[in-house]
């Protein structure tokens, strides 16, 4: 029985593949306010602006590839049972082969009812007002804003409680809830940390190996590290 890896992955690894992380130093996405573009207040304020926003992310990243951090992930699934979670909202992990991903803050390529969320579609071209679910109400992007529920919360916690490692890809480990996940993981398994700035991790009661690289070089190494541990 293969050993089970499960990954938490943020912005990092998505950067390298050109995808902005949208957050500048001054708290600004793309030069708007956070509580306008990704609220439930801010889409009712002022829907047609939210709507445009997440249309221009949604264009980019299907001009993006997947790099070698994502394809490494892949591939580490002829030896292991990796199951990533993820904060992004792009599908790069899947193009790279990846088939176990929980998204936890949404999908840019999905959009769902704004009355009922389990009505979802896969959607690729710009969504506007009038786009609507078979029930008349308008579509909104499928993403988890400021303030929602993260509904793959749960499943994330479950699957986390259940690795033989655990590797953090990539996030400065500030978002909550995902950077509470460490602290659900089996006592005594090993974590492995990359980023080229990883943050202090406090009362993880775990063997902890930080490797200061950006995906595209540590998730190869972290796959040689692996390796010598089955």
Known sequence: MKKKLVVLTGA?????????????????????????????????????????????????????????????LAALENDFEVHIITQNVDNLHEIAGSTNVIHLHGELLKVRSTKNENYILHWTNDLILGDFDSNGNQLRPHIVWFGEAVPALDEAIAITAQADYFAVIGTSLQVYPASGLLHYTPK??????????????????????????????????????????I
Do not use: C
Request: proline share 8%.
């Open 188 to 229: 005594n398994i090993p974590v492995f940390y990359i980023d080229p700035k990883p943050a202090t991790i406090y009362d993880l009661q775990n063997p902890l190996e930080i490797i200061a690289m950006n995906a595209t070089e540590g998730v190869p190494l972290l796959r040689e590290k692996l390796h010598k541990l």
């Open 12 to 72: 990092g690894i998505s950067a390298e593949s050109g995808i902005k992380t949208f957050r500048d130093s001054d708290g600004l996405w793309e030069g708007h306010n956070v509580h306008d573009v990704a609220t439930p207040e801010g889409f009712n304020k002022n829907p047609e602006l939210v709507l445009d926003f997440y249309n221009q992310r949604r264009k980019q990243l299907l001009t993006v590839k997947p790099n070698l951090g994502h394809e490494t």
